[in-house]
């Protein structure tokens, strides 16, 4: 803990200060009361003074407090500013209540002013404990405001109570004999009320290593000595009366020091140590460094830079480039400065520089950066990498055989397949050595995976076309099996005969185990080894055909487990997912061979039965009796490690015969039975009954809206930042906004499944496309936004459209954008039918410059066959994988296991929904750097959106 965070501008430490005033109070207590004043009418204006003064400084906490309410962990801050509104409101009461003052609706004198005065210290006693007791936690405005409107209400109750019925209140002062019992007991309360603050919110400090929680707990403590001193006096005129008053006054004073410290101070020391690291940062980088402003003047340089120059940074500083190289060469790096504030990004160029501090000439790629500041240029950042080696090394590549020693395996044989070279990359993925190659034959490579008709379908096809290539699993020296992609292409001689062959092969294990592992966790479970959402949909799927071919019933059971997040809080996630398991393995025991078992996340398990038989009478009976069997099976105790838990469960059912009924369908079904069966009480099942489906005439009714908007143009598009590699803005995804006269904002989430199922979204998806296309030709003009990329969303539907390559070019062409400022985002959905067209229609895209971006990722369909083949720029991390990434060691897989593929493929890869630093940092960690969500940006009306790409 900083000294400095823990004394004060004097120096003296909080401790210190409380042992100084206890040492007062110890002297007072020991001598007799002093009367100070002759009369009370001399000592009210020193009363009021020190009143006053106390009441300008609560003022002051509650100021500062306020003003400080929008920062992280804002709880204590709002509810210490809070309750000192409160104090001073009623310290006012007080004040104007003393004997002497004028009356104010009932007459002054000691025991109105007594009254005021408990009021505010309990007041002020329950803020701190508040602060010593409840954790500290972000409270949002309308908290905040509430918080502050109820002390205000607390005041007014006091000036109520104490201006309308002093009566009520028990007597606290007899003139001639000075305090009552009550009163003498009313502040020894508050006294231990104060000290148990100040003892808990010493605890805390110790707890959060907090220094300013030592000066609220000094101002707790001294609040408590000041209270002391009211048990003692016997006259308003005594020494005691006018301590007790200066004590309050140096508890308030302690209470806006750790507010003004914690709030204002302490940003500042954290914003200094953080230039000062950066600093380091800078010095620390090998390669030089440097920052100019608007006119080319030197603002700061690390140690490579001078010894670039040859002299100390502050004979830099202040310096142009001609004052260091000659005009020619210091002309030509103004003209870069300015290029690159003219195209508003980094630009690099490559130049021979020599240090004047010791001599040495290299080449140099500079990238030069414009700083910005409010959205104008004020400079350039520019840093210089030594390239020298790189160019040497590139030009010895391009001298030697670039292709065959690069980090693709190769061999070349002779027409008759003799092994006549290999390079390096071939030796090490092999583990043999060049001499047991040469002179053998590629069959020393085979694994005995592949029959002979695979081999003679392969030379079949580099016979008639000159290549082969295909994936196929080879053995090393070792004697392990390992899969590659092998590329076989024959190379002919001036007479057009086959004089060598070439081989060239790449590895692709890793590759394998990801598909593998994505495989794995995007269709099963990981705590439980059951199959999850995506794959209990393709068994439903299945059954439902299975039962519309033979006119049998089946049967979609829900299980939920009761009170399954109280277990989890209580006892912890360990002995929920032992839970898991063990109910995964009863409901898999209950079940038959035929039957599917999922578990859909969280505590949901979901049971497909088949062949019920063609009766709906019997499959109904047949179906309750196998759901009364798995509610009592799964109603039993479970043992959990050294925990026995009571277990219960709610089950929804729906019967289906797979003929009118939708995935959808049913899975709505279930969910509105589950709803009914937790709303009995739990423990209980429940069938879905076709009354539950009230709800879905809002969905006719908002289908029949939303033809009407589509007419009348009542939508909207907002902006969501997209941050590049370098944690800029580096394009928007477009969302979509229904703005209802009536309904106000409809969620996207209703609208767009509707616009699907009834086709409108080709209508909505066009017009979109339209307005995106028209944003992109007018940020064309500007310097700050042409860079942008716009990511539109495009739907299934959209996409079988057969001129949907047409409407995209039409669209650019006439709007006159950019078609490399577009990109489009396909979710993993539109694979399942149709493939080969899609991958066309993507291509033809592509060729005019279109990216594209695979949404939703590992979500859906995921055929890793189809992936690749897919003319793809990015895949985005799913926000339902990122939302939990930080708790969830599936989620954080799946992320990395993404990732991964995506670099195996070539592609880039961005994060939605990263709303937390801990988020984005973990995701930084395992290769992600490019990022959407709340942490960043909103989405955001256009204007909203300019103004936030401006400003950074």
Known sequence: MSPVMERGETGVSPQLWCVILTLGLALGWALPSVRFFSTPAQYLPVHTALEFVAMAVACMVFALAWNLRRQPGNSDKILLGAGFLAVCLIDFGHTLSYAGMPDLLTPSGPEKAINFWLAGRYVAAAALLGIAVLPKRDLSACAGNCLVAGVVVVAACAWWLGLMHPQWFPRTFVPGEGLTPFKIGAEYLLAALYALAAWGLLVKAKRTDNANLHWLAAAAWVQGLAEMFFTLYGEVTDLFNLLGHV???????????????????????????????????????????????????????????????????????????????????????????????????????????????????????????????????????????????????????????????????????????????????????????????????????????????????????????????????????????????????????????????????????????????????????QVTGLPNRILLQERLSQVMAKCRASSNYGVLLFVDLDNFKTLNDTLGHNVGDLLLKQVGEVLRRCSRESDTVARLGGDEFAVIMSELGTDPSAAMQGAEAAARYLLSELGRTFQLGNVIHRNTVSIGATLFKGEQ??????????????????????????????????????????????????????????????????????????????????????????????????????????????????????????????????????????????????????????????????????????????????????????????????????????????????????LKIDQSFVRDVLVDANDVAIASSVVALAKSLGLGVIAEGVETEAQRELLAGIGCHCYQGYLFSRPLPIGDFERLVSGA
């Open 247 to 525: 004590y309050k006054a140096v508890a308030y004073l302690m209470v806006y020091r750790a507010m003004f410290d914690a709030g204002v101070l302490a940003p500042f020391r954290e914003m200094k140590l953080e230039r000062s690291r950066l600093q380091a940062l800078l010095s620390a980088i090998p390669d030089p460094v440097f920052v100019k402003n608007a006119n080319g003047v030197f603002m700061s340089c690390n140690k490579a830079f001078e010894r670039l120059l040859g002299a100390p940074e502050k004979s830099i500083l202040g310096k142009t480039d001609y004052d260091f190289f000659d005009k020619d060469l210091a002309d030509f790096f103004r003209e870069k400065d300015r290029a690159a504030t003219a195209a508003g990004r980094p630009l690099s160029n490559e130049e021979w520089l020599e240090f004047a501090a010791d001599g040495y000439s290299g080449l140099f790629e500079t990238t030069k950066t414009p700083l910005y500041l409010d959205g104008q240029a004020i400079g350039t950042l520019g840093i210089a990498h030594d390239i020298t080696r790189r160019k040497r090394i590139e030009a010895d590549l391009r001298l030697a055989a670039a292709a065959f020693e690069s980090q693709t395996a190769m061999l070349v044989t002779d027409a008759n397949g003799v092994i006549l070279r290999v390079n390096q990359a071939f030796l090490r993925d092999t583990g043999y050595a060049v001499e047991e190659c040469v002179g053998q034959t590629p069959r020393i490579l085979r694994s005995g995976r592949h029959d002979p008709a695979f081999y003679q379908k392969m030379w079949e096809s580099i016979r008639s076309s000159g290549v082969w290539q295909g994936e196929i699993w080879d053995r090393r020296k070792d004697g392990s099996i390992y899969p590659k992609w092998l590329t076989i292409s024959a190379v002919l001689g001036d007479s057009g005969e086959v004089t060598h062959y070439i081989g060239l092969h790449q590895d692709v294990s890793e590759r394998k185990l990801a598909e593998s592992r994505i495989h794995q966790l995007a269709y099963y479970d």
């Open 661 to 874: 009924e939708s995935i959808e369908s049913l899975m709505r079904q279930i969910d509105l039975a589950i709803y009914q069966a937790k709303g009995a009480g739990r423990n209980t099942v429940r069938f879905f009954d076709p009354s539950m489906e009230i709800a879905l005439r809002e969905r006719a009714a908002i289908e029949e809206a939303l033809r009407y908007a589509i007419e009348e143009e009542q939508f909207l598009l907002h902006y969501q930042a997209q941050i590049g590699e370098d944690g800029r803005i580096e394009g928007a995804e477009v969302l979509l906004r229904w703005q209802h006269p009536e309904r106000g904002m409809v969620s996207p989430a209703i609208f767009i499944p509707l616009a699907e199922e009834t086709g409108d979204i080709v209508l909505l998806g066009s017009w979109v496309l339209k307005q995106a296309a028209a944003q992109l030709a007018r940020w064309a003009e500007s310097p700050v936004m042409a860079g942008l990329v716009l990511a539109v969303n495009v739907s299934a539907v959209q996409l079988r459209q057969p001129d949907f390559v047409e409407q995209v070019t039409t669209v650019l062409r006439e709007a006159g954008a950019d078609p490399g400022r577009l990109k489009l985002e396909l979710t993993e959905s539109m694979l399942v039918n149709d493939v080969e067209a899609t991958i066309a229609k993507m291509q033809s895209l592509k060729a005019i410059g279109i990216g594209f971006s695979l949404d939703d990722f590992g979500t859906g369909y995921s055929s890793l066959s189809y992936l690749k083949r897919l003319p793809l720029s990015q």
